[in-house]
């Protein structure tokens, strides 16, 4: 309740932007911590938009975007070497912070809006991640696609990521993203 009344405040001094959407993702966060899923959901559609990534409503307009993604995420894979890791981590601009909220999304969405919507919201962020270097948002949306991949199911692929994961993380000497990564990939 503390921190709840304390990241409102933050929220109401921050100038819009980046920081402010962060603080707007991290209100969703702790709602979902606290069980309330439908208010992570929206403060954290509400951190996107913030930050002027447009974030369909309706299930009916997630579908066509859900197959776009999915093209980007087979391009990806099958053109590693060209498709990513080819952007400057200075032109990424807030492509980053957005792979971090649609992965946050992603939580949200499973119990809200179901398997479709937190698919899409999935394949996004890990789509805009892979387009950078080796980064703690790849990292985390490595390990993420493993679960993800339970659901297809497709194990390989899941436990494939998950060990990306985990090399980044260990490059990074992240140690909570080791564990996410391990936590996944043990999933």
Request: proline share 4%; hydrophobic share 45%.
């Amino acid at each position: 309740e503390e921190a709840a009344r304390w990241l409102e405040e933050a929220r109401a001094l921050a100038p819009p932007g980046d920081l402010a959407a962060e603080i707007e993702s991290t209100i969703g966060e702790l709602a979902f911590k606290r069980g309330d899923v439908r208010t992570a959901g929206e403060s954290i559609e509400r951190a996107l938009r913030m930050i002027g990534t447009r974030v369909p409503r309706r299930t009916i307009l997630i579908v066509p975007l859900l197959l776009r993604e999915l093209v980007v995420q087979l391009l990806h894979t099958v053109l590693p070497a060209w498709l990513i890791g080819r952007r400057s981590l200075e032109a990424a601009g807030s492509d980053l912070l957005a792979s971090r909220f649609h992965g946050r999304l992603g939580y949200a969405w499973w119990f809200e809006r179901g398997k479709i919507a937190t698919l899409w919201t999935h394949v996004r962020s890990l789509n805009l991640a892979e387009r950078y270097a080796p980064t703690a948002e790849l990292a985390r949306a490595y390990s993420e696609h493993a679960p993800a991949m339970m659901l297809v199911p497709w194990h390989r692929r899941g436990v494939r990521y998950a060990q990306r994961s985990h090399s980044i993380t260990v490059r990074l000497g992240d140690l909570h993203g080791q564990g996410r990564a391990l936590h996944f990939w043990g999933a």
